[in-house]
């Protein structure tokens, strides 16, 4: 049976999801926690709870080792950093009943963990922001004068500080904000970095995407941001493809430098101060707005798959030259509503993406369950919001 396993399916699941089930893979989904919306797709064959491997990585290990042995020998594809990071960790226990699709422990570590990630790109020349770990506060508060305010206080380990603070970051403005953070941060141990902020607006934000064997590229993919939410240090809501050949050169060398095989997402930011492109991390897993490279042609899972299955990998197309917008209908509700309090200009540029070619992170014509789930998904979460105010 051609079959595989996405762990997690949230937006990013889902998009891998809809890529695989159209070449008729049979696939099982695995959820835990909110925003499962993927389990509603009409693609899966069966959908599974299980333990959220950022709670308890040694359950979830068991509850895929306890899957039934129909879906011995199928693609398991992580679509999210907690999935990855016990999946790769436990490689060896799994290749007995799976085809792992991810990296090796020792370089998933070095891009979950991004200090690590900073000082390779830095050591073959690919630009990044300046940054230190956070280790006490008086040469914390020195290298903050070096760099200036805002600078950014950005997690090495990032999906166990957005689960505990359910931000992405923390934006810095002062030396007072900086010592009340520091307080906290290293009372608890965690492990953060100071970085100096990169100016510019949510469109300065670039992503490349690829394929590699041996860390050479087999299929690329660019794309630049639109809004983020929040603004600034949050997950994208629009995103747009484009041919940044920049960027394709910088997202090449890293890949090099990696020795990275499967796919990638690499994002890099662009500095108005002088057109140079910085690295901001890099992803071993399909990305959340991984379903706008799908609609430009371009099937990043399946080439996972393949590779998995020891097939022959289908070729894809190079970048198509016309625009695509991705958009989070979710995500991007809030900023079409403050759109239309500011004025016919600011409404009419807010609403560009959605006049023009786009696809929708959950919402499909040929798949519209996800859809009810998110709105199902969404009532439930505000009301118990509402409640607990009260």
Request: proline letters at 5%; aromatic letters at 8%.
């Amino acid at each position: 049976m051609r079959s595989a396993i996405v762990a997690c399916c949230s937006k990013a699941g889902l998009a891998v999801i809809r890529a695989l089930g159209e070449h008729g893979i049979a696939l099982l989904g695995l959820c835990f926690g909110r925003g499962q919306v993927g389990a509603a797709s009409r693609f899966l064959r069966e959908h599974r709870w299980c333990t959220d491997p950022s709670e308890d990585e040694t359950a979830f290990i068991n509850d895929l080792l306890e899957l039934d042995a129909e879906w011995n020998g199928s693609a398991l594809i992580p679509t999210d950093d907690g999935t990855l990071v016990a999946i790769s960790r436990h490689r060896q226990r799994l290749e007995g009943r799976f085809r792992v699709v991810c990296e090796p422990w020792d370089t998933v570590v070095n891009l979950i963990e991004k200090d690590r990630t900073y000082a390779i790109a830095e050591r073959h020349g690919i630009p990044c922001p300046r940054l230190r770990l956070v280790s006490n506060e008086e040469e914390t508060l020195q290298f903050a004068a070096e760099i200036g305010y805002p600078c950014l206080l950005k997690p090495c380990v990032g999906h166990l500080f957005f689960k505990r603070h359910r931000q992405k970051m923390l934006m810095v403005k002062s030396e007072k904000e900086l010592r009340e953070h520091l307080k906290t941060i290293l009372n608890h141990g965690e492990k953060i970095m100071l970085c100096e902020y990169i100016p510019g607006g949510d469109s300065c934000g670039i992503n490349y995407n690829s394929f590699a064997l041996a860390g050479e590229p087999v299929a690329e993919f660019t794309a630049a941001k639109v809004r983020n939410r929040p603004t600034l240090i949050g997950f994208p809501t629009v995103v747009r493809s484009a041919a940044i050949p920049d960027v394709k050169e910088l997202g090449r060398a890293m890949l090099r430098a990696l020795k990275l095989n499967d796919f990638s997402c690499m994002e890099f930011k662009r500095d108005p101060r002088d057109g140079v492109c910085k690295l901001m991390e890099v992803n071993a897993r399909h990305n959340y707005s991984g379903a706008l490279a799908h609609a430009c042609g371009i099937n990043f899972p399946l080439l996972s798959f393949e590779r998995a299955m020891g097939q022959s990998l289908s070729a894809m197309p190079a970048q198509p030259s016309r625009d695509m917008f991705w958009i989070d209908e979710e995500r991007d509700l809030r900023h079409m509503l403050a759109s239309l309090t500011r004025g016919k200009s600011a409404a009419f540029s807010a609403l560009n993406p959605y006049r023009a070619p786009k696809v929708f992170a959950v919402s499909r014509k040929d798949d519209l369950a996800p859809s009810l789930a998110l709105m199902k998904s969404s009532v439930s979460f505000a009301l118990s919001r509402q409640r607990a105010k009260h």
